[in-house]
């Protein structure tokens, strides 16, 4: 890389959020004739999808409890819809079965999708859910579910292929992606940050000098976060106006997901379609298919699909809490070549007796389990939403792990960019922890639902 000496616009991250903002940004500033991609630069340490983007599993779902999250979600389904090819975007939907515990949050979604015009069912009753399933999948067997919501919309992408894709784009708009280049330090005059500095394999240390930064980084945010002189506590003031000091800004989850390897063509529905992505949560005791021995009596989820280029039955369950301090949690290596943050016997018991619990076709087929390394860690905020909001003239995307379906985030964040603030980003603000201003809790064992 030949450094440059100055860019209007730095970009740290080649995943889903930041070849999003250069995008977008792109387009919008060539639209107003305020310059174009060349005024645009993203840095990435390793290169395009090295962080959670690309090791994403690829749910595309409206699936939230929380209306901001909803409304928001709606936006990024309808870029994914704007170009399925480039995007390797699937539509085939999203299905959730949910028990009586859930029953009163589904129906609200359910209420709040046709509010603004997503297309899904709802079906309530535990026959007329066992029905619709068994309808859908003969050989369906759980148990428990007194509702089901099916989103027409939504689906599922291809992580690699729709980041190469988003990539493609902003090049073709004139954006620079520079993988291999570091940022170690920020250079900051009166708040506002001046440059960048930077460690470039190609090339080693340089300093490159910015009108705004766009901080995309995924799981690395927590250390943008402290260069940029914010909290690593925070104060959180509940929606019953208490206020709870010394809240951490960052927590980590440990991501669990795996595939079990047959053939995905042989999950289909009954009249030989692909199915929806099927997400079940469920308050019915788990037990080991194999053994029969007692998983869970507790609350449990999980989701799968089948995924042609993962070559299986792809999914995964509740992430876990990684419990230690964010400043002592080692977030590289990343994904898979982290020998602490990958998946254990613990989960591929529990994920493929959850398969079994659901359908007869998937009994006994533990076995068929890939042993090959999976899973990866994400920052999540206080509250496991996201926050998107300007510090100075340094833009935050902080999706707290809900980041690879929000593919549209980036043209709101390029608008905001050029002073046009964004509705939907508005309840997503980092002064929500102080004004109590924050989104309702469901009864999901999902943090992120």
């Known amino acids: 890389m030949t450094t440059p000496a100055h860019v209007r616009y730095v970009v740290v991250g080649a995943g889903m959020h930041g070849l999003s903002t250069a ?6 500033l060539e639209a107003r004739g305020l310059g174009g991609g060349a005024d645009i630069v993203v840095l990435d340490k390793s290169g395009i999808g090295a962080g959670a983007s690309g090791i994403a599993c690829g749910t595309i779902r409206n699936n939230y409890f929380q209306p901001a999250m909803r409304e928001l979600m709606a936006h990024n389904v309808s870029v ?111 708040g506002a940050v001046t440059a960048v500095e930077i460690d470039s394999d190609a090339a080693g240390p340089g300093v490159i000098a910015c009108d705004r930064l766009v901080i995309a980084a995924g799981p690395w945010v927590r250390d943008f976060w402290a260069m940029l002189g914010l909290p690593d506590q925070v104060d959180v003031t509940g929606p019953d106006a208490a206020v709870y000091p010394g809240r951490p800004m960052w927590t980590y989850w440990a991501l669990q997901e795996g595939t079990l390897e047959v053939d995905p063509g042989t999950f289909t529905t009954s009249d030989g379609s692909l199915p929806p992505v099927v997400h079940v949560d469920s308050d019915v005791p788990l037990y080991d298919d194999i053994d029969g021995g007692l998983i869970t009596d507790q609350m449990w989820g999980i989701y799968f699909k089948p995924d042609f280029d993962f070559g299986g039955v792809q999914g995964g369950a509740a992430p876990y809490v990684v419990e230690r301090p964010a400043r002592e949690v080692a977030v590289d290596p990343y994904g898979t070549a982290s020998p602490e943050f990958v998946v254990g016997e613990d989960f591929t018991r529990m994920w493929t007796s959850g398969l079994a619990h659901c359908l007869k076709r998937f009994e006994k087929q533990r076995p068929l389990y890939r042993r090959e390394p999976s899973g990866g860690i994400g920052a999540f905020t206080p509250d496991s939403f996201p926050v998107f909001d300007a510090f100075e003239n340094a833009y935050v995307i902080a999706d707290s792990n809900h980041g690879y379906k929000m593919i549209g985030v980036g043209a709101l964040v390029a608008r905001e960019l050029l002073g046009e ?29």
């Open 23 to 28: 995008w977008h940004l792109a387009r919008e």
């Open 421 to 449: 603030p964004q509705a939907l980003l508005e309840p997503f603000r980092f002064s929500r922890y102080q004004t109590g201003k924050l989104h309702p809790v469901s009864h999901s064992p999902f943090p992120w639902s």
């Open 80 to 190: 994914w819809e704007s170009d399925p090819e480039a995007f390797s975007y699937h539509p085939v939907g999203f299905l959730q079965t949910a028990p009586e515990a859930m029953h009163e949050d589904v129906v609200q979604i359910y209420t709040e999708q046709q509010a603004i015009g997503y297309d899904s069912v709802l079906v309530e009753g535990e026959q007329d859910c066992a029905r619709y399933m068994q309808d859908m999948f003969p050989d369906w067997q759980a148990t428990g579910a007194t509702t089901v919501l099916h989103e027409k919309q939504g689906g599922y992408a291809n992580n690699k292929r729709s980041l190469a894709g988003l990539a493609a784009k902003a090049r073709a708009a004139g954006v620079r992606i520079e993988s291999g280049v570091r940022v170690t330090g920020l250079r900051r005059s009166g």
